[in-house]
């Protein structure tokens, strides 16, 4: 049990903590988990298929342009990347899955790179699951999510590249999605929309982030 004391330290703690991302820098890159960075700091991480704007969101996070590497071309990221937020705690870009172009063997390493990361990573507060809105629902999207779900790993779901279609487009998108995933979930997970180019989703993602930290 807490005391009076302990927890009013704790609330005023949390108080003083920014939403904002003020301070970014890169720490690491690695293709185990083990070699990780140790201690406490807590974790989010960002994954989805290749090429659907995990870095480009990283970066608007961050108010960076080069923070994390982007590319025209699926399958930039390679690694686990992390890096250090307003010195209290780590955003993680991660290579993205379904990219077609690499050959079974390096694909199988892939994912058992990602899948250790994700089920053994000990720091790991949540997982961003990032979607394209732009895009009807695609099986290894969904199949990827279940996986998730199965080894109980926290997760949460961004729609990006919003600036990209029309409202109504993306509303039935974002609705055929949902309609999948209450086949199998009786309660949805958070759901974020994003626009790396239009900065959207940016409050409601930090200040999310924020609280999961919290
Ligand atoms: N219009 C638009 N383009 C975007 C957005 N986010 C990313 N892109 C573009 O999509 C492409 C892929 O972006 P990345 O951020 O590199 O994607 P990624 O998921 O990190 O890709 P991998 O590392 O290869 O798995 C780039 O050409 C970006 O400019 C967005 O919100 N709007
Ligand atoms: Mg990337």
Redesign the pocket.
Known sequence: MKTEIERLLFYLSLKKKVVKILESSFVTSNSDYKLCPEGEIPEVAFI?R????????INMLCNSKKL?K????????QLINHFLINNEWHLV?L??YG?AKVSKKARAEFHKMINNYLTKREQLYNTFV?IDSRIKPQAIDLEFVEYLGEQGVAFSIIF?????LKSQELKRNVAAFEDQLRKNWEELPPMFQ????KKTGKEEISKYIHEILT
């Open positions: 989805g290749s090429n659907v704007g995990k870095s480009s969101l994390a982007t590319s025209s071309t699926p399958g930039k990221t870009d290579p993205g990219y990032l990006t590249k919003v600036d990209k994003s626009s790396a180019e």
